[in-house]
């Protein structure tokens, strides 16, 4: 077993020892950062490996929460089949988003991929009749179970949580390792060498983007489930740029960074409104800092002083 | 010339053309390239040698004319396409992944061809060109020498029918252009070279044949012998 295995089996230990150990108020918030950090996850398969900045990443989110929670409000769907409708509808909304927007780069594509996630929160305000606008959907609690597993109590939801997030990062793991990844980051890295040695940048691009589609989705889905909430304001650019800031202060380009970046984020938010109304000037600070001494993340920075087989 | 004319020509141009906005960078070029031959592309500064092989290597799409590469047309198809088709291309300035370890630089080569035994074809690779105890370093911490081997490494790692090499040995020291030399004679005839080269020492070395471009046009095609008693190149190129 190497030693970035070995590590990310012991952040999975450690998340799965926290359950027993974690007040309730942390427990349910360590269970919503996992479930924002494998939609950051999906973010950092695109922007920290491929290379491509999106604006847009709130339409697979959203994709994947409207999917799974529309399934389950008109379909009559129940949760486990509204789940992986809501991942394919993320892979799927991206794919299409992707064959659109990566006839354009860099600048471009980020204007692109805003532009055609602010058509997708104003097409959830438009169907408000299915959508409940601004409003949103709550799902009841009884279309919020697996067989005989309530995933709207607390023990439950936070290993869903868990399970969720732990293959996210398996798979990211091991994706940095294949081929592929090395082709994805090959691209970020020179991508008209890339193309001098075979590779076809549109396929390759689009690829990442449909794996980033499905952990967005994957997250959006499973956040309606967990949290019971389906609303016009996951579509919006806020949830676009979330992503963006939970990679670029955890380490874009690393697997543990996204996870690292939302949970940082999450409790510099939640600590800091505690204290200040002005808490996305504290919030601002710590970019600030970010950005002028560590502008490669926290797992960046480390990466670069000797932890050089950090995935 | 009749010996190009008896085996078919690995690749052939016919009438290839590259405008840039009324600049004619490359003007109805006529080319054959025969298998298994290194063959030169000489010319001044600006005679458009690296636009004609960029043409080639379709980095550039051509104002006109046509090429065929192993019997097919591939005058549209993207650079890539052709480089599945068995083309490859170095770049004159060298053009690796700096951020990435040596290893993946040739490992991305190789694991388009296919990916098993990946890490030992790569080892393999580096070692051909002595590169192989820098496998864990960043491609860009290498002194320039060993980019240029690198760069080298990368395009006979693609196992090509046909490599390009723009300028391969600018910066070498002579050591180094020595050892280049003996490389591209161990590829040969395997692989059909078409090599861009200033250094007329490595040029009348290597190569079966030598064309000489100039103001986008060409001006000479013959065996090194022909082309260093030809009077229009003295006078154009090697200064009379």
Known sequence: ?311 | MAAMILSAPLLSARGLTKHYDGIKAVETVDFDLTAGQVHALIGPNGAGKTTFVSLLSGRITPSAGTIQFDGADITRLPAHSRVARGIAYTFQITSIYANLPVFDNVALAIQRQGSTNLRAKTMAALARVGLDGRADQNAGTLAYGHQRLLEIAMGLSMAPKLLILDEPTQGLANAEIDAFNTLIREVTPQTTVLLIEHNMDVVMDLADQITVLSFGETLATGTPAEIRSNPAVQAAYLGG
């Open chain 1, 1 to 311: 077993m190497t030693r970035a295995l070995a590590l990310h089996l012991a952040v999975l230990a450690a998340l799965f020892a926290a359950q027993f150990l974690l007040p309730s108020y942390h427990h349910t918030n360590i269970a919503r950062i996992m479930v924002l950090a494998v939609f950051a996850m999906g973010y950092n398969i695109a922007f920290g490996y491929t290379g491509l900045l999106s604006l847009g990443h709130a339409l697979f989110f959203a994709a994947g929460m409207y999917a799974t929670g529309l399934g389950i409000e008109l379909w009559g769907l129940s949760a486990a089949p509204a789940l992986v409708l809501g991942l394919l509808a993320g892979a799927a909304i991206a794919a299409a988003t992707g064959v659109l927007a990566l006839r354009t780069g860099g600048v471009s594509f980020m204007i692109v991929t805003l532009m055609f996630a602010q058509a997708g929160y104003l097409t959830i305000l438009y169907f408000g009749a299915y959508t409940r606008g601004d409003e949103g959907i709550v799902i009841t609690r009884a279309a919020r179970s697996i067989g005989s597993l309530d995933l709207s109590s607390d023990t439950p939801r936070y290993f869903a949580a868990l399970a969720l997030f732990s293959v996210g990062l398996l798979l990211n793991l091991a994706l940095t390792r294949s081929n592929l990844g090395r082709a994805m980051i090959a691209m970020r890295e020179n991508e008209e060498r890339s193309r001098m040695l075979g590779y076809n940048p549109f396929k390759i691009k689009l690829t990442a983007l449909l794996i980033s589609g499905l952990y967005a989705g994957a997250a959006g889905a499973a956040y309606a489930v967990l949290f019971g909430y389906v609303g016009a304001s996951f579509a919006t650019i806020q949830y676009s740029i979330l992503p963006l800031l939970y990679v670029l202060l955890g380490g874009a380009g690393t697997t543990l960074g996204p996870f690292l970046g939302a949970l940082l984020m999450f409790y510099l938010i939640d600590i800091s409104s505690g204290y200040t109304t002005a808490h996305l000037f504290v919030v601002g600070a710590a970019l600030l800092i970010l950005v002028l001494f560590a502008p490669k993340g926290i797992l960046g920075w480390v990466r670069d002083r000797g932890a050089k087989w950090l995935p």
